[in-house]
């Protein structure tokens, strides 16, 4: 028999060892392996866990040494074929290990749980076995120490604070299982005495049960388990443990979903999707619909045609987005075709999700992120709605955008991609506009009531005015007439960029980099304003540069406080607040929508969590108590962020009967982001921030790469940062530019300073050729000093 060799990449990241090993596969395991299993393997003094991702015959190595693979970790392939694929794409898309990308689409309670990593901090106190363990590496097999009875001796040493145990274990999630018992004969006699077990067996005749649970039973005879384990003893019954899943909770309203007669305009939109998926074509849509314009029942209805083609869908929601009415709606059109997932599931209830899929008992996904990853076979659509949203990147490695996973898949699958938003990201507009998107589009609202009217607010006249308070005379007088007409006020703080940057709040001006058109970042050490773009740094003024009043001060509010404030002048109002300290718990979310949907509260006060998805039909007043914050963030997308929370927000408004009204409080009430934000206006934004963008040749016009370097000292940070940017200087061509090294936005994080370059180029052909070898450089030499570098090659904030 030939000999059976499997490729298998092994669950270590590191520069030396991103490839496939070869193993040999011992007989009694081969019927077990195929691409996409784990395996349990020894690699070097270790075992480890590992991913199959080929079988073949030879070997180029001498196959005596061959190591053979221990033991499966599965009994089937927890990765597809596809995914293995799509793995590597994205390995080389941005830059990571392979064991990186395929560990990402496997749920948490899958990921490896064999390993802890075991600190030392003064390895002389410790005794011999442990120095020799130690000495060698530092990460050390935690099960073997188990074996070797030295975990007792290492606690004790952990207690005297000599070593330090970094935990790296994830509980598995175990499936949840229930007792079933099966009828085996419920014809044998009962005793005289035996009146509870006699009720049992007469319903079991009765009804004709098969199998039963103890939930099932006791709906209709009282008993308990000694009952029906007695008739176990008898053979009247047998015993069996099942799986169950974990069932979601959700506390939405039903009556959510309505059938609706789509509009003629939906329709056409509809008719041209569902050609793309009738002829298996990979187009890219782009839906711009207004809010309310019906984009969600677009997507309903083509997920329809999905299943009706036989086919899977994926749909992603942002994750605050992801609301309980959302799910709601989408349970209520596909049932139990639906699988849910979300980060504010349980590391069990995700499992079950994912097994959900995994074992095709759904046929439709509703989640964040992470769910482009669901191992489904046969996708016939993938859809991300909001598909503007930054929360789509993920900020560590692998440091993958979902909306290109989506593509990638759809070119795979041979379907189509929807991304749907009432802003779409500027990328994505250019995208249709060129033609390499279809731009289809919604411009009036399903139920044809208006948008509503949005007023701007000039705060700098409400000062001038004597009103120091952080509402205006406007949003006072608003809000007190819809608390008297009873009708409900949803108010908004931006947090976005929150104190980080310094304005006058006498002129609204803020302090601008003289070379980048970018608010200068305010940092706390040595109270100086930096520019992250170039460098450019000054000390924080004491005077307005513009206007030199003294109001000049790094910027920003609370929650909390505002919560005080509406208490103050408004103490009949019932408030909900709803930011990251009120919903902490898990549910709470949901809570709080469902407390405000039962008009249990007058007001609800939130940051970005509100902004979205939200559709209560008596909010008739929107305020937005600070739309500037966002417009300074440190960042080239700041005019876009700052549209797209606007004009998302006033979507809150007037949805249904009730007319509505939108109040945005701002500095700056004559920026474009905000005059078009209130006109309603994409297209009037989106052509001035395309004029910006070409000026200052940021994306689309030009990419961005950025590069991170870190080291817990500071003057090593800095050094090594030049060095990069020396490299880079040197290693890419002419017409790509270089900018820093600077101190990152957060310049310390978790002890280690941080420093950044930033590559800026319009045709850099030789860039993930170049970064492989500074990765390279950086791993075998730099990595020795402590030195690290990360490198995002499609940065979504900077
Ligand atoms: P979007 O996702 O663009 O914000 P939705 O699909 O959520 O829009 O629709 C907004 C509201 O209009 C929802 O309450 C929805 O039920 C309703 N709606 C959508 N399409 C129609 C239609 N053709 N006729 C009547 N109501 C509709
Ligand atoms: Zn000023
Ligand atoms: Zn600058």
Redesign the pocket.
């Known amino acids: 028999m030939a000999l059976v060799i499997a490729q298998v990449i092994v669950d270590v990241s590191t520069a030396a060892i991103d490839r496939p090993f070869d193993y040999h596969v011992p007989a009694q395991l081969e019927s077990f392996i195929h691409p996409g299993i784990r395996v349990h393997i020894p690699f070097g003094p270790r075992k480890v866990q590992g991913f199959v991702i080929s079988t073949s015959d030879e070997t180029e190595l001498d196959e005596k040494k061959l190591k053979p693979i221990e033991s499966v970790v599965d009994i089937e392939p927890v990765l597809t074929a596809e995914m293995l694929e799509l793995g590597k794409w994205l390995k080389d898309d941005t830059l990571c290990f392979y064991n990186d990308t395929l560990q990402v689409m496997i749920p948490a309670a899958l990921r490896a749980n064999y390993t802890k990593l075991v600190k030392v901090e003064n390895a002389s106190v410790l005794s011999e076995p442990f120095q020799n363990l130690l000495s060698k590496d530092l990460e050390v097999d935690f099960a073997s120490l188990e074996k070797q009875h030295l975990i007792q001796e290492l606690k004790v040493h952990l207690d005297t604070g000599n070593a330090t145990i970094e935990t790296r274990i994830r509980q598995k999630a175990k499936p949840k299982l229930q007792t079933v018992y099966h009828v085996i004969d419920a014809s044998i006699e009962l005793s005289g005495q035996a009146k509870k077990q006699q009720q049992v067996v007469d319903w079991i005749l009765e009804t004709n049960s098969k199998s039963f649970t103890i939930v099932d039973i006791q709906k209709h005879v009282q008993v308990a388990t000694p009952v029906l384990d007695a008739l176990v003893e008898k053979k009247i019954l047998k015993k069996s443990k099942q799986e169950v899943y974990r069932e979601i909770e959700l506390l939405a309203d039903t009556s959510i979903d309505?059938v609706?007669?789509?509009?003629e305009a939906?329709k056409e939109v509809l008719e041209t999707i569902n050609r793309a998926q009738q002829n298996q074509k990979s187009e890219t849509f782009l839906l711009h619909?207004?809010?309310?314009?019906?984009?969600?029942?677009?997507y309903l209805h083509a997920i329809e045609e999905a299943l009706a083609l036989g086919k899977e869908a994926i749909m992603l929601v942002p994750e605050i987005a992801l609301t309980p009415q959302m799910v709601t709606r989408f349970k209520m059109r596909f049932g139990n075709q639906v699988a849910v997932m979300h980060s504010g599931l349980s590391v069990g209830e995700k499992y079950d999700e994912w097994r959900k899929i995994h074992r095709r008992e759904v046929r439709v996904v509703v989640g964040a992120r992470s769910a482009i990853f669901a191992p489904f076979e046969n996708v016939g659509l993938l859809i991300l709605?909001e598909e503007h949203e930054s929360s789509y990147k993920q900020e560590d490695s692998p440091r993958y955008h979902a909306r290109e996973v989506a593509k990638w898949r759809a070119q795979f699958a041979n379907c189509p991609v929807i991304l749907?938003s009432?802003t779409p990201s500027i990328e994505s507009y250019a995208r249709a506009k060129k033609g390499v998107y279809i731009l289809l589009e919604?411009p009036s609202?399903?139920?044809a009531k208006a948008l509503p009217p949005v007023d701007l607010i000039d705060m700098r006249e409400q000062l001038k005015g004597g009103n120091r308070s952080m509402f205006s005379m406007e949003l006072i007088d608003a809000i007190r007439d819809r608390l008297a007409k009873k009708e409900q006020i949803v108010l908004f703080l931006n947090k976005r960029g929150f104190s980080s940057f310094v304005l006058c709040r006498d002129c609204g001006t803020t302090v601008q980099c003289p070379n980048c058109d970018i608010s200068l970042t305010y940092h706390r050490m040595g109270e100086a304003l930096r520019c992250h773009y170039c460098g450019y740094e000054e000390l924080v003024p004491t005077q307005c540069p513009h206007c030199e009043s003294e109001h000049i001060r790094f910027f920003g509010t609370g929650t909390q406080k505002v919560e005080e404030e509406i208490t103050k002048l408004f103490p009949e109002a019932r408030t909900l607040r709803m930011d990251v300290d009120t919903t902490r718990t898990k549910g709470a979310h949901e809570r709080i929508l469902h407390h405000f949907g039962q008009r249990q509260a007058d007001i609800l006060l939130g940051t970005q969590m509100i902004a979205k998805g939200l559709?209560f039909p008596e909010v008739t007043l929107v305020g937005v108590l600070n739309a500037d914050t966002s417009l300074h963030l440190a960042d080239f997308r700041a005019a876009e962020k700052t549209f797209q929370l606007i004009t998302q927000v006033s979507?809150r408004a007037g949805?249904h009967e009730k007319k509505g009204h939108v109040i945005v409080q701002t500095y700056d009430p004559e920026h474009y982001a905000l005059v078009n934000a209130q006109t309603h206006d994409y297209l009037g934004f989106y052509t001035q921030e395309m004029q910006m963008r070409k000026a200052y040749q940021y994306p689309p016009f030009y990419y961005l790469t950025h590069i991170q370097i870190s080291h817990p000292e500071v003057i090593t940070t800095a050094d090594y940062a030049g060095k990069t940017a020396e490299w880079l200087r040197e290693n890419l061509s002419q017409s790509t530019a270089v900018i820093g090294p600077t101190a990152s936005a957060i310049s310390r994080i978790q002890e280690r300073y941080r420093y950044q370059c930033m590559i800026k180029y319009k045709r850099e052909p030789n860039l993930t050729t170049a970064l492989h070898q500074l990765l390279k450089l950086s791993r075998t030499q730099w990595e020795k000093q402590g030195v690290r570098i990360s490198i995002d090659l499609h940065p979504s904030t900077i």
């Open positions: 309505k609706v007669t789509l509009t939906q619909g207004i809010t309310g314009s019906g984009k969600t029942e677009i709605d749907g009432a919604l609202r399903a139920n559709d979507g949805r």
